[in-house]
């Protein structure tokens, strides 16, 4: 496996359109990721943003 490359604008966008913050999560701290570990990070706080928006509706 090989580092991650591109730019991480794609991951970061990804957290935007789910209202998750570069101050929340700023994924240049993961420099050094694969792009497949930087997807199952953003994946991942993307499910807890979802399940803490949740438990707020109820």
Known sequence: ???YSGDMS???NQLSD???TKDMLDLDEFAGSTQ???Q???DYA???Q???E???ND
């Open 1 to 3: 496996m090989y580092d």
């Open 10 to 12: 794609f991951f970061q």
């Open 18 to 20: 789910a209202g998750i």
């Open 36 to 38: 497949e570990e930087l």
């Open 40 to 42: 199952l990070i953003v």
């Open 46 to 48: 993307i499910k807890v």
């Open 50 to 52: 979802k399940s803490k």
């Open 54 to 56: 949740d438990q707020e």
